[in-house]
Every structure is written in C-alpha cells, then in structure tokens.
C-alpha cells in the first residue's frame, strides 16, 4: 500500500488521481466562497427571493457534479494504479479521496435539502390551525409552495405539551429561543407568543419563527411555526430551527 501512496522507483503519479484532486478542490473552494458571496448580495439587495434561490440550487447543483466528476477520476486513479506497474497513487490521489469522502455527504444532503425546499417553506407544529404572525409579517407563498404544502400538510413535528403552567412554558420557550441564538422579536408571558428570527450562519438565510403557547389539560400546549423570509424552502432551514427548539424543549 505504501508502495501504491508514496514510493517513487521510477513510478509516475496518476494522471487521473491528480484531475481528481484538482476538481474536488474546485469543489471545495467553491462552497466555502459561495457562503460569503451570497451574504454580500443579500446585504447590498442583489439577490431577489426567486433569483437567490435559483442561485442556491444551482451552486449545489454544480458542487455535487464537481464532486462527482472528482469522484470519478479518483476511481480511474485508483484502478490505474492497481493495473499499471509504472503509475502511483501519490499523496494526491490520497488527498483526492478524502476530499471526496469529506464534500460528498454535506454536498449531497444539501442537493436532497434543496429539491425538497418547497416543502419546508411553511413548517408547523399544527399545520391545520397554526400560530398567527404579529410582530413580523411572514412573506406570501410561491405557487410552487402553496401546491407542495397542500399535498405534504402532514407534519414531521407534532405540539408540545407541558405539565407546567402557560406563562412558566412561555418562559421555559423564550429561555429556549435566547438559547439559540434567536433573535427576539416580540414576547408576551401574558398571552403566551414568542417572535422571533432564526438564521442560518453560512448564507445568512432567515426564518420567521412564533411560538404560541396556550392552556391544555393539566398544563400548557406549545406550537411552533418556522416561514422561510424569502418565501422560499430557506435551505431546510426551518425544520432544523424546529427540530433544534423542540429537542431541548422536551430534554
């Protein structure tokens, strides 16, 4: 093996690994820039809702093939390698692989993330009677959303219910939402609402979140709502941001 890797005696690298290395490096430069481009777009509003979508499926769209192509020629490398006395893996060919271990499995959940989007732009805990917007003002939906949301209306998620009282629930919820991180937009103890703005690091990508929390047998019942800013999936965004209260909520 160490012969295959690093040994010379008059053995070339492969060709083949070394295009495998240079593309997945592409790849990777690619998605660790891609991040930062879109915040500056959003910043200085050259992203509309539909645009930066589109820019978002594409990015993913063109790293997954890249990585794929890296794949490939690493496999050719590899079995290059194996059948050709004069030829050697290198470092290369060993970095390519672990590049490719490292970009494929980020690469290919957000690919599944991002054709799944739609249904995920408007998440609830109740989606037949979900909490109402005040404070923020949710985006209207694409049609595209609109028709994923109708034919998916059953949610992943399901209300919470608390022994406590609603008022210690709003303040467990809003212990829960600081927590995170979230931007407070609006909280009332009294009624029971919690607004707030959740936000994905890498793309700046927001999600418009209220907490509605009111009387149940023997305690309070809890739902949430995550609305993608744009209108759009919000890159699964609003699932996590759910998942995430929901989890130490219930811990």
Not at 85 to 112: C, E, F, H, N, T
Not at 170 to 191: E, F, G, N
Not at 197 to 222: A, K
């Amino acid at each position: 093996m160490a012969q295959i890797f690093f040994k010379k005696q008059n053995r070339k690298p492969s060709t083949w690994a070394t295009l495998g290395l240079v593309t997945l490096l592409f790849a990777g430069i690619g998605f660790i820039i891609a991040g930062p481009l879109f915040q500056i777009g959003s910043i200085k509003n050259l992203w509309q809702a539909d645009t930066a979508f589109d820019f978002r499926i594409r990015l993913v769209t063109v790293g997954l093939g890249l990585v794929t192509l890296g794949s490939l020629f690493t496999m050719l490398g590899i079995l290059h390698t194996l059948t050709s006395p004069r030829v050697r893996l290198s470092w290369r060919g060993a970095l390519a692989i672990l590049l490719a271990i490292g970009l494929g499995w980020p690469m290919g959940q957000a690919y599944r993330r991002t054709h799944e989007a739609f249904l995920n732009a408007d998440i609830s805990t109740n989606p037949q009677n979900p909490p109402a917007f005040k404070a923020l003002k949710a985006p209207a939906p694409e049609p595209e959303t609109q028709a994923a949301t109708a034919a998916a209306i059953q949610s992943p998620f399901v209300s919470y219910i608390s022994t406590m009282s609603p008022a210690s629930t709003t303040a467990r919820a809003l212990q829960v939402a600081k927590k995170l991180k979230w931007r407070i937009v609006a909280s009332d103890v009294t009624t029971g609402r919690i607004e707030a703005i959740g936000e994905d690091r890498w793309f700046g990508v927001q999600s418009l979140i209220v907490i509605r929390i009111l009387p149940h047998t023997g305690g309070s019942i809890l739902d949430i709502r995550a609305v993608s800013e744009m209108g759009d999936g919000g890159w699964g965004l609003n699932a996590a941001l759910i998942r995430q209260f929901l989890d130490i909520m219930a811990a």
